[in-house]
């Protein structure tokens, strides 16, 4: 055996061992219980950092666990390879992104196998191919078929200077991220795929979920947003329109005194009196340029325009001013709001702000609201006034008795809303799936034809990042004949939203490389739903919600038979890092603040609290540094034992100081043995001393702490805590040489258990231990439950609630026997002196307690 412990020679050979022999290459196996165990796929941006190996290492850690203990595990890796990341590097570096996208795939696949992650890689895929993107398309056709997918006008970010669209995250303070031009809302006609279809189910499944973080949950049932109301139309002064509204709060239909609509209400224009024009035209241009979300914030300046027009409260007749309003968005309800500003705070707000009337319609119990001297809404509940019949009642009651009487007058009618709206996925961009859609001017749009799928992106393409997408001004792309008439038509130059990819990629995992359609059936009934997928919680409400729609939608197109995709949720914290900053230079990277001063103007560095990682902030780790100075092993053990999974990981360098030093000490233990054990027999428990059969509980209890704490806890800190109790047990054993059955039998557990979390180490020293097979082969360790008896148990005594002594007692000794040893030790005796006990509680196993006065 090597006197050294070398990383980079063991880990570079047990590599390539594996690869070699397939050992992580997985078939359906009927007599075996499958686990599915998947990490969310990485987006190829280059090379991985840390919060990719903390991930992937806690992945791998279940997936050998489960492996060890008999199961069939698939799990698999691929790329999530469109998106805009890969346009931007084509326009800094004048490359395609294609060849990026490629290279940077090969780069983090072999930094994955470094660090000895047990992919089955005969199943990788990349999204950006063909061979997986032609059923997508064939997805979105069976879509088409069945009216979830359709195409209407949206608002989009664009930006006039480029001429292009932008994505929310290429907006950047309301201006371009390229040129710093103001980017403006413009309507373009966009594909939708109808989630909200499935919003009811959606939401019911979520009870259905146990193993997913509540957290997470409960952000999903949030943005669905189920709420029971009410629809009513207000009837448009003078005109034939109405305006359609959905509330929550029928009960204060009285109270409502003016009308708000979204700027990009479709009705505004025809709303907007000749008189009205210029100045709601240009509060239309100015809004366009502010940002959706922070429009709706609470600390927003509520701003409106009143169109010139008026609508008809349906019940009581009054005529309620029309006004434009910055805070209402057309994507949330209706787009229109009925303004009730005596019970709701924006309402007040904009009310105040343009002198528009107040009425107070609910009163709350022991006051009496009088408009003229309210400082803001009252919001909660109440008893109904100035609300004709209603009059008295309580508001609750008021909201149904109001909303039956509106559907009597035809005027309204009880509904259900949802705040969730269907998944926009038109993207006017290059990298990506285009979406197979051929228009004719004589048959207007038509599906390409399935025989003529994949419809492929062409790479023959000049890509500036101005224009729009180089695919509309691409003759050989655009150009096509009509598949009906054969006449001269078009292509479809929009792509999917990269969010279509990663909504499906765990089925095609299941059968990567059949091609009769997106999905071998029996493939996904043995392999699915996912047993546990691990991932980031920032995909709460986007990817996680999408990947739960997109196999519904199959289960009913008759490709898959789940409801849902997976069955267990770990979402992982974050790795954090101090940050440090010069005044003149801004972030610096560790070697530019050595000393605590600036490299470059000798000025006070200041410390930042832990944060996320991020090149930006230059407090990034190269996994690939971390690798060759200390080895994988150490990378994955300090990312498990730094901390729960779920929490973030602040990074330390001593800590991985000390995950190195461990490993070095493992492999010193066995070393200094190694002769020992290896020509050592079979435990035989009958034979062992007291000093064998502490040794040997301490060995099995660590076996059941290590099980249970890696089974569906995923408290690997704690697990390797165990291991590390275990290591310093033996070293500290003194009758090691005298016992070496026992000694093997606990060296080859520290072996054993270390296995998933170290896979290079362990699997090299159960060869060292003389086993010519791998550590798969032996299975996990089992708990033997007879060693763990002691024939002696420790006993706390208490005198008067106080710790006054211990006692050591037979382990089957009755409580006759506990209570006399106990009274009978001196140190107890001492503190009895002068004392009548009146009580001896026995706490078998563990206390005693006596009451002396």
Known sequence: MQERYNPAEIESRWQEQWEKDKVFRVVEDAEKPKYYLLEMFPYPSGRIHMGHVRNYSIGDVVARFKRLQGYNVLHPMGWDAFGMPAENAAIQHGTHPAAWTIENIANMRVQLKKMGLSYDWDRELATCTPDYYRWEQLIFLRMLEKGLAYKKSAAVN??????????????????CWRCDSTVIQKELDQWFFRITAYAEELLAFTERLPGWPESVLTMQRNWIGRSQGCEIEFAVADQEQKIRVFTTRPDTLFGATFMSLAPEHPLAAALTTPERRGEVEAFIRRIQAVDRLQRTSDDFEKEGVFTGSCCINPVTGRQMPVYLANFVLMEYGTGAVMAVPTHDQRDFEFARKYALPLQVVIQPEGETLEPATMTGAWEGPGIMVNSGVFDGLDNETGKARIAEHLEQLGRGRRTVNFRLRDWLVSRQRYWGTPIPIIYCDACGALPVPEEQLPVVLPTDVSFTGEGGSPLARLESFVKTACPRCGGPARRETDTFDTFVESSWYFLRYACPDYGHGPVERAAVDYWMPVDQYIGGVEHAVMHLLYARFWPKVMRDLGMV?????????????????????????????????????????????????????????????????????????????????????????????????????FLHRVWRLVGEHFEVVCSAGAVDPAVLDESARNMRRQIHRTIRKVTDDIDGRFQFNTAIAAIMELVNGISGWPDKNRHPAVLREALETVVRLLGPFVPHIAEELWRELGHGDGLEAHGWPACDEAALAASSVLIVVQVNGKVRGKVTVPADADDQAVRETALADANVARFLEGLTVRKVVVVPGRLVSVVAE
């Not at 664009?158 to 201006?175: G, K, R």
């Not at 944060?611 to 971390?626: F, H, Q, T, W, Y």
């Open 158 to 175: 664009w930006c006039p200077s480029c001429e292009t669209v932008l994505a929310n995250e290429q907006v950047e303070d309301n201006c």
């Open 561 to 661: 038979g789940i409801d849902e995709p997976f069955t267990n949720l770990l979402t992982q914290g974050m790795v954090c890092m101090e940050t440090r900053s010069c005044p003149e230079h801004g972030w610096l990277y560790p070697e530019e603040a050595a000393g605590e001063r600036c490299s470059r103007c000798d000025a006070p560095v200041v410390v930042g609290r832990n944060e996320k990682m991020s090149k930006s902030k230059k407090n990034v780790i190269d996994p690939d540094g971390l690798i060759a100075r200390y080895g994988a092993d150490t990378a994955r053990l300090f990312t498990l034992f730094a901390a729960p999974p779920e929490k973030g990981l602040e990074w330390n360098d001593q800590g991985v100081e000390g995950s190195s030093r």
